[in-house]
């Protein structure tokens, strides 16, 4: 069974950014690759690899 996209393409791109893609799956109760589908559908670009290890030696 899919499990629907609750979020608005909007809302989702804006979660891409803000946080990692695992994080995104827990809170909506998904896998992380339901989300990388969700966003291949939507065509929405993703942080690319590393992004947010790389955010977190920044900050």
Do not use: H
Request: aromatic fraction near 10%; charged fraction near 40%.
């Amino acid at each position: 069974m899919k499990k629907k996209l609750d979020i608005s393409p909007e809302e989702l791109k804006k979660l891409v950014w803000e946080k990692p893609i695992y994080q995104i799956a827990i809170e909506k109760g998904v896998s992380d690759t339901t989300i990388r589908k969700w966003c291949e559908k939507f065509e929405i670009k993703r942080p690319p690899q590393g992004y947010w290890i790389k955010k977190k030696k920044v900050n």
